[in-house]
C-alpha cells in the first residue's frame, strides 16, 4: 500500500465529523447497484482509510447493514453517506469513506473502476483506468466466500 494522509471530514449539516489516516492516491470507483442505490449516484467513490485510524470527532454515524458483510453509515439527520465498513469493524482494513465527505476531497486520486458489470454505459469517468468486475478483485470475492462459508 501507497502512504496515508492525515485527513479530516464530515456530513452536510456538521454533526458528524470525523479525522482519520487515508489512502487518498488509492481511490476506486465503486459502480455496484448497492452502491449506486445508496449513494444516489452513478457510482460512489471510495477512499481507504488506514485499519485503527478512523475517530469519530464530533457525532456518530447511524449505520445500516448493506449485505451479510457490509455496513454504510451515514448521518442520521443530513443523511449525508459517510463510511463503508466490514459488519462491527471486523476487517478494518476495508473501511473507507466517501470521497464527497471529505474536506479536501481535491487531493484524492482514484486508479481503478470495481464492479464495472453494472456500470451504466453513458457514464464514463478517467476511462483510461483499469476496470474489473467483482469475480476480478480477489478482496470481493474473499468476502462473499467469507458469508457462503458459513453455514
Ligand atoms: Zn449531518
Ligand atoms: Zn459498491
Known amino acids: 500500500m501507497s502512504d496515508s494522509w492525515k485527513v479530516t471530514g464530515g456530513c452536510f449539516c456538521g454533526a458528524v465529523r470525523y479525522a ?50 457490509g455496513e454504510r453509515g451515514f448521518c442520521a439527520t443530513c443523511g449525508s453517506r459517510l463510511v463503508w465498513q466490514h459488519v462491527g469493524g471486523i476487517k478494518p482494513e476495508f473501511t473507507n469513506v466517501s470521497v464527497g465527505s471529505l474536506d479536501d476531497p481535491q487531493s484524492v486520486r482514484p486508479t481503478s473502476h470495481q464492479c464495472v458489470e453494472s456500470k451504466l454505459g453513458w457514464y464514463d469517468p478517467s476511462p483510461d483506468l ?22
Open 130 to 151: 483499469p476496470h474489473l468486475r467483482s469475480e476480478e478483485i480477489p478482496e470481493i470475492v474473499a468476502l462473499w466466500d467469507s458469508v457462503k462459508n458459513r453455514g
Open 20 to 69: 482519520a489516516e487515508a489512502f487518498l492516491q488509492e481511490a476506486y470507483f465503486c459502480h455496484c447497484r448497492t452502491c449506486q442505490r445508496t449513494s444516489g449516484a452513478p457510482a460512489e467513490i471510495a477512499v481507504l482509510v488506514k485499519p485503527g485510524t478512523l475517530r469519530y470527532t464530533s457525532g456518530k454515524p447511524a449505520f445500516y447493514q448493506t449485505s451479510p458483510f
